[in-house]
DNA sequence: TACTCTATAGTTAGCTG
DNA sequence: ACAGCTAACTATAGAGT
């Protein structure tokens, strides 16, 4: 807290030079292709380290080829289109990191939003079910079976990631048992928050037992939702 | 889909030199203190740089000062305190970007995650509210009130960001009414989706008209929310 | 709209305190 | 667990295609 100091200059200007290290992966593993055109960046660095002195030319200068990143002020931006591909862009930057995050720690996640037009995006996360998806599909090649992962996991968690399976009538009904559930819960908390209601503050906040998390916050909201689940396991 | 180039050797290598560009900042919007200690960082670049054909001694080195970064692989951490230590920095980092999308974009966000240990992290953007609290704020100042805007907006957002607020009766009877909203809503595009069940395919995906994304997938987890909201406004 | 490219802005692994 | 540090790694703004 405190205002730890405000409005300090902020050009880092930071003279940097670096020989280019176009890392560039598709998935969490291997490291598919890796081709870069030497050369090209590193002059320019030079350049610019050698006109850090008129910012003007710089930023000339980074006009007149296609240059890199400049800095970005976290304010609602008041371009449309310029809002709109921002958006994919660090969707995908968001989700990928969400993805890496849900492997790396083995945690489950979940991410819920809307685009600037209103189309909603749902990102899964899931937990240990990529390693056991592995040992199962290992399993079923071993078999010598042809069965459908996807498929035989389907029951559970298909209507949550394909975004196509969406209007099928069993997923709905599906969900609308997954929401009963929900609902019954968030109830059966109600009445053990009754009972508690005359009980110190520190016991009560141990009464919450495994509720689903209902995200319903977005009642006056009417978006468009066409392909609304966004599946990242791939 | 496609292996699209496996196991490539993934060592960029790229001779890197830079000059520090140590830049910090705390949210987004200033530039606040820029201290950092110039030199120490630079010779130590160029005398990996020169040692770059003797990766021992590299490697010494790296581990003789408190050195940067290695690459990781997104595999599943086995060290339980490493996958903790991960979480806590990655969560924050997606907490940061879903915030700076939010703004950015003026869109909603939500993000639900459960530590390695279980403990659930709820994080909600907060689109145009952000904006309003100010204006809010600056109104109520002007008529020299002393209005508590959390209070003020309490009732349509106080329960999902407030993580004392959760044990309140009235909370629990909101979320149960939300949750039997959203409810209704899968049950009616239920119906619509019965009666469009012999229509061509391409049609019938224009028909969830704004459910509310309930989720309750983690039905067989029994986490204990203890302190499980996370609100992402500084 | 979506993809490519460059170079930089920003994130974070591994240590240390 | 938490905060700080350094440098390597990664995301992405802006412009072109």
Known sequence: MMTK???????????TR?????????????CPRQERRE????EFSLILKDLSDS?????????????????????????????QITYSKRRA??????????????????????????????????????????VLKKTFKKLDHDVDIQDFLGTRYGYWTDPDNITNID??????ES????????????????????????ITTQFHSGIHVPLGMFGEQQPQPNSWLHGNNG
Chains 1, 2 share one sequence.
């Open 93 to 134: 930057g968001i989700l990928k990191k969400a993805k890496e995050l849900s492997i790396l720690c083995d945690i489950d996640i979940v991410i819920l939003m809307f685009s600037p037009t209103g189309k909603p995006t749902l990102c899964l996360g899931e937990r240990r079910m990529l390693e056991s998806l592995e």
């Open 39 to 42: 050369g090209g960046g590193v």
């Open 179 to 202: 929401l009963k559930d929900s609902l019954s819960r968030i109830q059966m908390q109600k009445e053990n928050l009754s009972k508690q209601q005359l009980v110190p503050l520190e």
């Open 171 to 176: 997923h709905i009904r599906a969900m609308e």
């Open 55 to 83: 910012p003007a030319e710089v930023s000339q200068l980074r006009r007149s080829r296609n240059m890199g990143r400049v800095k970005l002020k976290i304010k609602r931006l008041e371009n449309t289109s310029g809002r």
């Open 18 to 30: 670096r020989l280019m290290t176009t890392s560039k992966r598709v998935d969490g593993e291997g």
């Open 5 to 15: 100091g405000e409005s300090t200059d902020c050009s880092a200007g930071s003279s």
